[in-house]
């Protein structure tokens, strides 16, 4: 079992920067590719950012590229999100999911652990 704990959200201004951390629980964090979802009111959870086991391969949504940075510290067991010239679009609750395979997906069915998720507000 992993127990997965969102933290850093709040309001920013649009063009301002938050960094989200995710807490991971027991000790094979190293064995999940680990992913940065988010959701906005109306809207289907969308995939965000993507990190392999050991931080060698990442991807990005389109509409983040250039923007986030996912990184991860598995001593310490935990994943961030950098983010960076933060758009009003990037408001939504976000969330960080763990998946057993070496690669992240894209695909939100694929996790299998979600943390409650933290709330990134951007003002205009």
């Known amino acids: 079992q992993v127990q997965l704990v969102e933290s850093g959200g709040g309001l920013v201004q649009a063009g301002g920067s938050l960094r989200l951390s995710c807490a991971s629980s027991?000790?094979?964090?190293?064995?999940?590719?680990m992913g940065w979802f988010r959701q906005a009111p109306g809207k289907e959870r969308e995939f965000v950012a993507g990190?392999?086991?050991?931080?060698?391969?990442?991807y990005y949504a389109d509409s983040v590229k250039g923007r986030f940075t996912i990184s991860r510290d598995n001593a310490k067991n935990t994943v961030s999100l950098q983010m960076n010239s933060l758009k009003p679009e990037d408001t939504a609750v976000y969330y960080c999911?763990?998946?057993?395979?070496?690669?992240?997906?894209?695909?939100?069915?694929?996790?299998?652990?979600w943390g409650q998720g933290t709330q990134v507000t951007v003002s205009s």
């Open positions: 999911a763990a998946d057993v395979r070496v690669l992240p997906s894209t695909d939100t069915d694929v996790y299998d652990y």
């Open positions: 990190i392999s086991r050991l931080g060698r391969t990442t």
């Open positions: 027991g000790r094979t964090f190293s064995s999940y590719a």
